[in-house]
Each structure stands twice: as C-alpha cells, then as structure tokens.
C-alpha cells in the first residue's frame, strides 16, 4: 500500500514542478484549452439534439402506450450522455496530448533534464510525423482497451448495491490506470518503450498507478480543473517513468536539497532507457 502514497507524491511534485516554471505551464496549457473547447462543444449538442436522435432510433416505441415511451426513450438520453462523459474523461487525456504532442514532449524533456543527475533527457530521434503517427496509434489501442472496460463496468452497473457503490469505485480505478498509461506514454515513447512493455509496467506497480491515476480521474470529471492540471500531470507522469524504469531523479532538480534517489532496477526482460 505504501505505493499508492508514492503515486500521489509524483502527481503533487509534477504540480509544484510547473508552479516553478510559469513559461513551461503557460504554453502547456493550451493542447488543453482547444481540447476543452472541442469536447464542451460536442457535449452541448448531445444535450440538445440527443433525444431528437435517441427517437430517431427507437422508431418501434412509437406504438407504446403512455408513458412508456417517454420514460424509455429519456432512460436511453441519460445512458447516451453519461456514455458521453465517461467517453470523454477517457478521451480527454489522449487528445489533448495528441494535439499537444510537440508542446508535452518539450516539457517532459525539460522535466528529465532538470532531475537527470547529468542533466541528460533520453531523445527518440524519430520526426515528429512519425511520434505523432506512434502516439495516435497507441491512444486509439487504449481508447479501444477502456471503452470496453466502459462497457462492462456499465453492464455491472445494473447489479443491484453492487451496481450502486463497487462498480463506480471501480471505474475510478480503471480510468486512473488508462489516464495514466497516456501521461507516462510521452516520456516512455520518447525512450522507446512500446505499449506492450509499457502495460507491463503499469501492471507490475498497480497501486503506484492507481495513486497517481486515480485522484487525477476524480478530479478531470471537472473539465476545467483537467486543464489546468494537465501540464503537472505530464511533469509528474516523466518522474513516475524514471522510477518505473530504474532511473536516477536528482532530488536537487527536484525538490532543492541535491539528493539522489535511485529506483528499483526493472526486469531484465524491460527495455533499458534509449533502446
């Protein structure tokens, strides 16, 4: 348990990195924004014209007797738009970091320079049409892997008590995991890592995730506060990578007092940084 500890420690550090520096923030914040405007948009069209297209649909209801059909038809509004919202807590992340892919791999770089014991940030040498072709290939693998998880868990919802209180735990929990896949993404796609191997590490330190994740998912159900939070997420989500793979984080970089601190080395079997 002691890792979910640590996991909420590197999300509260990767914070207080960007507080430290404005500039890297300020431009960190815009993939954000224009993710924001985009989904706020598509979401306020749903709640105008959902119920419009959700009778479109059902069109074998028409013959039902009052007031079946408007109590099914609203049941079918509320699971679209709350289908909606799951969808894009889900999505939030990976767009945004798509669409800010240049800006979040200039401040991972920064973050991995300024707590690099030699100052060295690992590159992936790779053109930027090629990261962004890797990057939007492995979002939509994700997207895929949580949508069915959405599914299920959405199903699970009809248990009855177990619907109610365990299942929307759970849901937290596996957001945080995905959320957290895509933060770490940019720093462990710079050192070549694929997704595969990536997963594998997530899964080999799940309370360590779910202690950065989780409270990060509770708090991007707010779309303002997932903005703004964005650029520390990905400061944070570069020093989880270090740890994940065994690297040094110069604490002086970091926090001011000059320590060293040394992970635990990972498998042989995993990547080293650079590969």
Known sequence: MRDLGVGFRYLLKGQRWVARHGRSYGFGLLPGLITLVLYAA???????????????????ADDWSSPWPG??????????????????????????????QPFYENLSEKVDRDVSPDGH????????????????RDSLRIVVRAALWGVLLFACGFIPVVGQTVVPVLGFFVTGFFLTEELTAVALQRRGVELRTRLGLLRSRKTLVW???TPLAVAFLVPLVAVFLMPGAVAGATLMARELLGEEIDEGGEEGDGAVTTAAQPPSEWPSPGR
């Open 42 to 60: 598509a979401l306020v069209a749903l709640a105008l014209w959902g119920e419009d297209a959700v009778t479109w649909a059902t069109p074998f």
């Open 71 to 100: 109590l099914f038809r609203g049941f079918l509004t509320a699971v679209l738009f709350a289908l909606a919202l799951l969808l894009a807590v889900v999505t939030f992340t990976a767009v945004t970091l798509l669409v800010g």
């Open 121 to 136: 940030a690992p590159e992936s040498g790779l053109p930027l049409w090629r990261e962004l072709w890797i990057s939007a």
């Open 211 to 213: 202690g950065f994740g």
